[in-house]
Each structure stands twice: as C-alpha cells, then as structure tokens.
Nanobody
C-alpha cells in the first residue's frame, strides 16, 4: 500500500506557474508508475502526465508547459506547471500503480484544486 498526499495547489492568474507535489509514504523506487490526473467540473478525468523509472509522458494539451519529475530521496513526484491557462482549472490528483507479481494496484491522493483566472 501507499498513501499519497498532494500539495501546492491554489489560485493563480493566466500565464503564471504552480508546482504540485505528491509525497508518497513508501520508497517510490518500488512504485511502477506515478502520474497526475485532473478533472474539471462536468468533464471526465484525464491523464495529465506520467512518470516511470525511465520515461515520462504528457497529454497533448500540456506538452511544453508542464513537467513531471521525481525526487527519489524525498519519495516525491512533482508537476511543474508553467504558462497556466483557465482551461487548466481542475482538481488534480496524484496516482500510483504498484505491481505485486502479476497484479496491479492503484492508489489515489485526495486531490487538490488548481484554479486559473483569466
């Protein structure tokens, strides 16, 4: 199991930046993949960015603006968000996939609000 705690959300103006943090309760070396998802009001949850031990991937809508990274010593994954747009307003949630043998287990943080004003 793992507990995930997000921080760093808030209210910013368009064009500004925020950095979200996701602190894991276990060594993230043991986690297959971690990611950030977001869900805006009235919309489906979407994958924003994912990171594994050797790769990263991004939604097309955030490529070039957002960067996902990890600090193994702090068991923390970050999402640096630059050039924020009102369309980025959503609840952002941290996700972790842990594999035990052939089975995968999904874990979620509680979510954190990001609001971008125009």
């Amino acid at each position: 199991q793992v507990q995930l705690v997000e921080s760093g959300g808030g209210l910013v103006q368009a064009g500004e930046s925020l950095r979200l943090s996701c602190a894991a309760s276990r060594n993230i070396f043991t986690i297959k993949a971690m990611a950030w998802y977001r869900q805006a009001p009235g919309k489906q949850r979407e994958l924003v960015a994912e990171i594994t031990s050797d790769s990263t991937s991004y939604a097309e809508s955030v490529k070039g603006r957002f960067t996902i990274s990890r600090d193994n010593a702090k068991n923390t994954v970050y999402l640096q968000m630059n050039g924020l747009e009102p369309e980025d307003t959503a609840v952002y949630s941290c996700y972790a996939l842990i594999e035990v043998g052939a089975r995968g287990f999904s874990y979620w943080g509680q979510g954190i609000q990001v609001t971008v004003s125009s």
